[in-house]
């Protein structure tokens, strides 16, 4: 996960002194909001996905939180990340960027702390394993539930939210499985630990509603893109046995990509390789992101070849 430069507050900082204080209240009570980018490299040099609509989403997530002095617009962030990436000369890279309350006094009270932001970058390969992206995910229903909207909000990305996902994920990597999917409070179909779900039967894809998942970037632009091949897409509630009786399942994120599932609590989903539609909507995916598809211009912004001087 190494880089040359961290940015934080406007300085690109050499990656061993990136680091915050023992006191600084997001590591006491996961108070932070994040988000999760992809840098392909494109026909065209590298270029970020969907830049915009994760900042949008950054600045949503703090807002949703009640982060009342942000001191930056999307349009400062996403400046910044273009120069971070471009500073660590990446072709290709995850982003991350993190608004944390820093510093101030421990303790509840959001407004008796002051946020600050960093952006990350780092090479990441295939987020489920080589394996499971080739050769399908193993998963498993987990015994976790899934976020209660009223309990922590499910359309932010806020760190303190995913001990939930990570109790969720270990559970299942520690029984033998790839990935765990997370049924929400009513028992329906939610998503996955880090990953939107979707489900295949006779040509019709079916996904969870949006009222308590994480809407997903890769979701809409899975969604966009069926449509674009005249693939139905129906937003409905999902069951645990429609999943044991579909023709193909996959899941996406920024960090899976487009992932097909193999099998979920010991079912072979269809023949267990990867469908029809799972392979049409991912060519289109990674064609796009590669810059030589008819959405590709929408939703890249380039990284810009210039030299930034890093003050250092
Ligand atoms: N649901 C959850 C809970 C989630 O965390 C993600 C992203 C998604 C759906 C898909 O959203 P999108 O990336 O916008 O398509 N999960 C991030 C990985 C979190 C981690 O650090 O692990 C990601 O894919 O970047």
């Known amino acids: 996960m190494k880089s040359d430069y961290i940015w934080i507050d406007g300085n690109l900082v050499p990656f061993e002194e ?4 023992m006191l600084s209240p997001a590591i006491h009570y996961g108070l932070a909001v ?6 392909y490299e494109t026909i065209n040099g590298p270029g970020v996905f969907r830049l915009r609509e994760h900042i949008e989403r ?3 997530s703090a807002q949703i939180f009640g982060v009342l002095d942000l001191p930056y617009d999307v349009q400062d962030l996403f400046d910044a990340t273009l120069l971070t990436i471009r500073a660590n000369r990446f072709t290709e890279c995850y982003i991350r960027p993190l608004i944390y309350m820093a510093d101030g006094p421990l303790g509840l009270n959001l407004d008796a702390s002051r946020p600050a932001v960093s952006i990350s ?4 390969g295939k987020f489920l394993g080589d394996e499971a992206f080739s050769k399908g995910a193993r998963m498993i229903v987990s015994s976790f539930t899934r976020l209660h909207p009223n309990v922590h909000m499910t359309k932010a990305k806020i760190s303190g939210n995913y001990v939930n996902s990570v109790m969720a994920k270990t559970l299942a990597v520690r029984a033998g499985f790839d990935e765990a999917v997370m049924l929400d409070p009513d028992g329906y179909v939610a998503e996955c630990t880090g990953e939107n779900l979707f489900i295949v039967r006779n040509g019709v894809i079916h996904t969870p509603p949006r009222a308590t998942i994480l809407e997903g970037v890769t979701r809409d632009s899975v969604i966009t893109i069926a449509r674009d091949l005249n693939i139905p897409v129906i937003e409905e509630k999902v069951t645990r046995d429609q999943l044991y009786i579909a023709d193909e399942m996959f899941v996406c994120g920024t960090a899976a990509e487009i992932t097909h599932v193999a099998e979920i609590d010991y079912r072979v989903i269809g023949d267990g390789q990867k469908g029809p539609v799972a392979k049409q909507v991912q060519e289109t995916f ?3 992101v590669k810059g030589e598809g008819t959405r590709s211009e929408e939703w890249l912004d380039m990284v810009p070849v210039v030299e930034y001087s890093t003050g250092i």
């Open 18 to 21: 990136a680091t915050v204080h």
């Open 34 to 39: 994040f988000e999760g980018l992809r840098c």
């Open 58 to 60: 950054l600045v949503n």
């Open 121 to 124: 970058t780092w090479e990441w």
């Open 286 to 288: 990674f064609r796009t």
